[in-house]
Every structure is written in C-alpha cells, then in structure tokens.
C-alpha cells in the first residue's frame, strides 16, 4: 500500500504511451482533494479521455503508488469499482466484457433491461426492491430526474435518450466489467459513488436534462463530500457548477486551481472564454515555432507549382 494522503486522486510521476505510440503523459502529477467537482479541459488530443480511464484503472501504469484513488491503487485494487465507490461514465453505448474488452451494445434491449441489470421486470412494483445490492429509491429517483421511459426500445431511441439509460446504468451499476467476472460482488455493491470521473457524457442531453444532471452531481458531492473529475468542452453553467479546474495541454498539467482563485474569471465573462483564451494562445505558440524555424514549415502542394510566385518568374510579369 501507499503512504496515507488525504485526496481523493492522486497522480504521481504519471507516464503513459499506447502500444508503439510516443508517450502522452512523460511526468504527470495531479492532486484531487474530496469533494472537489473538477473540470478537466483541454484541445482535442490533449489526453482528457486517457487520463480519466487511468483514472478508472482501465490501464495499467507504473506501480501501485502512480495512480491513487481514495489511497487505493485505481488499476491493481479492484474493490474500488466492485464497491462502487469508482464509477466512470464515458464513451460510446458499449459494455466491458472481462478480456474482451468494450463490446459494442447492439440488439433489441428496452430501457428496463438495462436498467434492472438484464432482469425484465413483469410486475414492476414487485421486482423493484429484489434486484440485490441497487437502493430501488435511488434507482427510481435516477428514473424520474432523467425522465426515462422503461418501455424504450435501445435500438429505436435517440441518441440524448439512449445517453440518459447510459448514465443511470452508469450511477446504479459499479463497472460491468467486474459484475462479469464476479457476479458475487453484486450482493455488496454500493451504488453511492466516492468518486465519479465523467468524460462528456451530457452532450447529447437537452439543457434541461443537462442541468438537472449537474444538479443532481451537485448534491452528491455536497451531501456525501464526494469527488466529480468532470471532462468536458461545454462550459455552460458550470462557472457556479465547478470548484476547480484542471487544463492539459499534450499531456501536461498546465493548470490546476481552484475556479474561485482563477484570476481570469475575475475578468473575463465567463469561463468559455477563458479556456478559449488557453486553447488559442497554445495555437498561436505552435504559429510562433512555425514562422521562427523554417525546418517546421509544412511542403505545401502549391510550393512546386508552375503557378507559384518567384524570382525566376519575375521575368514573365
Ligand atoms: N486507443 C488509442 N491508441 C492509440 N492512440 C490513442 C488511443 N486513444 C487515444 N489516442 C491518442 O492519444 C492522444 C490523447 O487522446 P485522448 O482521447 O485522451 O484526448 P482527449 O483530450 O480526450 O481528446 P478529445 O477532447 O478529442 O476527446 C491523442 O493523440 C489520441 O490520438
């Protein structure tokens, strides 16, 4: 085990590359205190999603003290998610099925089965407090704040519908994944979370949906003190939703503070454009790199054009 700490994330010296790929992550720290809703930001590619599924314990990285989660090593102690203490909410509609990893979700499923962990209920009312290890009241609290239809047919829905089966599965259910492999564990589940990683999963949600979400999130970690890494590119709302925030650029921790110390929110409008004003100032070093050093400039098709401008065709003007 690790030394004792007192946050909720800890990353330390992080280093990370895809099979055969440069490394993203090279010298990665990251401190996350309880109760913290931290927004992660950052340009595409910059390793939101690759860090929050470290984060997860879907990649193995270093040894057990690289990456902690309530003291716990995130990838090697594994009844951080048979708990439900870690929960992940991301990607596409998929399951994962122990080594074979995320399946694409396809067939003719409804909204009930999902969310009752593949039993079909027949009589409702019946079935509502048997399923082992999930709090029917929280379950059915999910149900009503993301106005889901238990009749929905997955494959007939829409993509913000089908979102929101996703995300009350996400918040009943520990990981998929670890119900497969050890079923047993279903019967000690706690499907209250400690901590919660989200890697855009509102963006197909309509904005009452969205907020009543956040909301939702809000209380949690407010009532519980429990901890929300929240990855995202929409910043509407969360200027008041958030307690901090941490910006990556090319797997760098460029930022982290919290949202009430930030010196450019004193200023700025909102913080849209005070993470864009991050984002366009990395373009503008690139552009700077390019115009000092010619070796960066990019061979354009037009440079060996007939119809390019120069010196030897100064003489035909
Ligand atoms: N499975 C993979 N194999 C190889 N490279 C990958 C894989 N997944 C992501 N990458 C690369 O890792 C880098 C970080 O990707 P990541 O998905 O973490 O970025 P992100 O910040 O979440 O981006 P976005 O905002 O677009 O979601 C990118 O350069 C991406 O191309």
């Given at each position: ?42 340009a595409n590619g ?204 090319d ?25 864009e004003?991050?984002l366009r100032s990395e373009t503008k070093r690139e552009n700077k790199l390019v115009a000092a050093s010619p070796q960066f400039k990019k061979a354009s098709a037009f440079d060996n054009s007939p119809f390019r401008s120069s010196r030897h065709m100064a003489y035909y003007r």
């Amino acid at each position: 085990m690790g030394k004792a700490n007192n946050q909720s994330i800890q990353v330390s010296g992080l280093q990370f590359s895809y099979d055969n790929q440069p490394p993203i992550f090279a010298d990665f720290n990251l401190d996350i205190s309880p109760g913290s809703r931290c927004l992660l930001v950052g340009a595409n590619g910059s390793g939101k999603t690759t860090l929050l599924k470290i984060l997860a314990g879907k990649h193995m990285v270093g040894g057990r003290d690289v990456v902690r989660v309530l003291d716990c090593s995130a990838f090697h102690d594994t009844q951080l998610v048979c708990s439900g203490d870690l929960a992940y909410l991301g990607g596409s509609w998929s399951k994962t099925v122990g080594s074979a990893g995320d399946i694409p979700l396809q067939g003719d499923f409804s909204a009930a089965h999902m969310i009752f962990g593949g039993r079909m209920p027949l009589l409702h009312a019946v079935l509502i407090h048997s399923v082992e290890g999930i709090d029917p009241v929280r379950r059915e609290n999910l149900i009503e704040l993301l106005d889901i239809d238990l009749k929905w047919r997955m494959h007939k829905v829409s993509d913000g519908q089908r979102r929101r089966v996703q995300i009350c599965m996400g918040l009943l259910h520990p990981f998929q994944r670890t119900l497969f492999v050890r079923p047993v564990i279903m019967t000690i589940a706690k499907p209250q979370f400690q901590v919660l990683l989200l890697d855009e999963v509102t963006v197909d949600l309509d904005v009452v949906a969205r907020m009543d979400l956040l909301e939702f999130f809000k209380e949690e970690c407010e009532q519980r003190g429990a901890t929300i890494v929240y990855a995202t590119h929409i910043f509407d709302g969360l200027e008041t939703w958030a307690t901090d925030v941490a910006y990556i650029q090319d797997g760098e921790l460029r930022r982290s503070q919290k949202l009430v110390e930030l010196p450019e929110l004193k200023n700025a409008s909102n913080l849209l454009s005070v993470v864009e004003s991050w984002l366009r100032s990395e373009t503008k070093r690139e552009n700077k790199l390019v115009a000092a050093s010619p070796q960066f400039k990019k061979a354009s098709a037009f440079d060996n054009s007939p119809f390019r401008s120069s010196r030897h065709m100064a003489y035909y003007r």
